[in-house]
């Protein structure tokens, strides 16, 4: 089945670093990506959708210059979070559906993100 | 009114027993109903996707759609320690698998051996 691989799964940094995490779809083409964030104990909270070789649709109250999203292939989509602070440490999660078919999204398996 | 309502639980049942979680929605619109199982620390995990009305069964798993009463469910039988997880409920309408997926709260289940 189709299969949404999410890199890396786990990351710690100093506060003041970019960072970026990368989601494909390994399987299928995917023109339209999502990106969430979760924290504990709460359900997914949509960020942004990422479209293949145009702009991001950001969600109202999520900063577009603080997380960057560039979908430059069919497969890949990136979500950089740029001068990231300990306010941003969370769990980000990507999906997406197979554009070729009316099948419903999967699920990358999160990355944590850790700022110190 | 939020657009889909989920009793976040937690929900704790012995092993072997049935299991039944719910969502109710708001809008009439949704036309394609998930349930997502998500452990902790990874990313939900697609169990059961229907269209409209109608029940489809998967294994131990059960997914029923009641749109006139803006009513899903999942039911577990024979449920296993390996079912704690929670599972969360999304909802789209028909305007493709790009739309975006509103999602309840997510209700946490424990299975005890």
């Known amino acids: 089945g189709a299969v949404v691989s999410q890199h890396p799964s786990w990351v710690i940094c100093k506060s003041g670093t970019s960072v970026k995490i990368e989601c494909r779809s390994l399987?299928?083409?995917?023109?339209?990506m999502f990106w969430y964030r979760q924290f504990p104990k709460q359900s997914l909270m949509l960020m942004a959708t990422?479209?293949?070789?145009?702009?991001?649709?950001?969600e109202q109250g999520v900063e577009k210059d603080k997380f960057l999203i560039n979908h430059a292939s069919l497969t890949l989509s990136t979500l950089t979070v740029t001068s990231a602070h300990p306010e941003d440490s969370s769990f980000y999660i990507c999906?997406?559906?197979?554009?070729?078919?009316?099948?419903?999204?999967?699920f990358g398996d999160g990355t944590r993100l850790s700022i110190l | 009114q939020k657009e889909v309502e989920q009793d976040p639980g937690p929900l704790s049942v012995p092993e072997g027993a049935i299991v039944s979680l719910n969502c109710t929605y708001s809008?009439?619109?949704?036309?394609?109903f998930m349930w997502y199982r998500q452990y902790s620390r990874k990313g939900p995990e697609l169990l059961m996707y229907?269209?409209?009305?109608g029940n489809k069964e998967d294994g131990r798993f059960t997914a029923q759609v009641d749109k006139s009463s803006k009513y899903i469910s999942l039911f577990i039988r024979d449920s296993q320690p390996s079912d704690s997880a929670t599972y969360l409920c999304?909802?789209?309408?028909?305007?493709?698998?790009?739309?975006?997926?509103?999602f309840g709260k997510g209700t946490l289940l424990t299975v005890n051996p």
């Open positions: 809008n009439s619109a949704f036309q394609y």
């Open positions: 229907t269209y409209s009305s």
């Open positions: 990422s479209n293949e070789g145009s702009k991001a649709t950001y």
């Open positions: 999304a909802m789209r309408n028909s305007g493709g698998s790009n739309y975006k997926l509103t």
């Open positions: 999906s997406a559906p197979d554009s070729a078919s009316n099948q419903p999204q999967h």
């Open positions: 399987d299928f083409q995917a023109t339209t």
